[in-house]
């Protein structure tokens, strides 16, 4: 992975405190793929972006 691209951080280099209790570290769904909409919808809760976070990290 190139420096940078941490979609955790969002290749800022910082993560709020806050965004830990909200998305885990380690969630699969969580990836550099996701469009600025998709990340924004996870990272506030959106039920239909937590159905497919659930259901990815059932079948990957």
Known sequence: MDSGSCTYCNGKGTVKADLQSQ??????????????EERRKLIARDETMLQRAEYHEIHT
Do not use: E
């Not at 998305?23 to 600025?36: G, M, P, Q, R």
């Open 23 to 36: 998305i885990a570290v380690d969630a699969t769904y969580l990836t550099i793929d996701l469009s600025a």
